[in-house]
């Protein structure tokens, strides 16, 4: 297979974002992902998936929500790290990005979000309805979202660990105030961050089996 892999700059009013962006000759979608709080775009589980994702023919973006500035403040205050509504802006941004690179090819464009980082993408799905085909949250805090989650259009998959069950309650609640096609899937054993042998693999499977469902289908319509 070859990918076409590299470190990329996205500019935004505050500063600039880095992001890794890896291409497959021929890509079925995009998949951009959201961290989450105090992480960034070197999460080794959310890279794992990335990687699964780009050898079932996906693109994948993975980028800091935060600039430099903003992560070396948030290490001290983490003033940055829950403010989801800054970060659906950022994952907005990048979509624009995305869509302007992409624009010969029309690449459909899901959201990948893990802890936080899952609140972000569901806000920035409601915002940007027609111009994200999926939405995975990954041990989410979709909560957080608030009253944008009525207004995802997205069909979203909520995956959650076993046993994490202060989380599973979250995502219930959070999945009986949405409108649009949701499903929850539980791996069983696994704790917050999917440590355990294979589920971070079965994690990976699921979203693979979502993106590929929802973005490999026919192209969504686009906003510029």
Not at 206 to 212: E, K, N, Q
Request: overall charge neutral; aromatic content about 6%; proline content about 4%.
């Amino acid at each position: 297979m070859v990918v076409q892999q590299g470190e990329v700059a996205l500019e935004i009013a505050e500063g600039l974002l880095g992001a890794t962006l890896a291409v497959p000759a021929s890509p079925q979608g995009l998949v951009i992902f959201a961290h989450g709080s105090g992480s960034s775009r070197f999460s080794s589980r959310n890279r794992f998936v990335a990687q699964e994702l780009v050898k079932a023919d996906f693109a994948t973006l993975l980028m800091d929500l935060l600039t430099q500035r903003e992560d070396r403040i948030d290490q001290i205050t983490t003033e940055f790290r829950f403010n989801v509504k800054l970060l659906a802006r950022r994952l907005l941004a990048a979509t624009e990005w995305a869509n302007q690179r992409f624009a010969k090819s029309q690449l459909p464009v899901g959201y990948f979000g893990a802890s936080t980082g899952a609140a972000a993408a569901l806000i920035a799905a409601a915002e940007a309805a027609d111009a994200i085909a999926a939405v995975v949250s990954r041990g989410g805090r979709p909560d957080l979202a608030g009253d944008a989650l009525p207004r995802v259009a997205a069909p979203t998959l909520l995956i959650v660990g076993g046993n994490d069950r202060t989380v599973i309650g979250m995502n219930r609640e959070a999945q009986a105030a949405m409108r649009c096609r949701t499903e929850l899937v539980i791996v069983p054993g696994a704790t917050h961050l999917f440590e355990e042998p294979g589920a971070l693999e079965r994690v990976a499977e699921l979203a693979m089996g979502w993106f590929r469902e929802c973005l490999s289908v026919q192209p969504h319509a686009r906003t510029t």
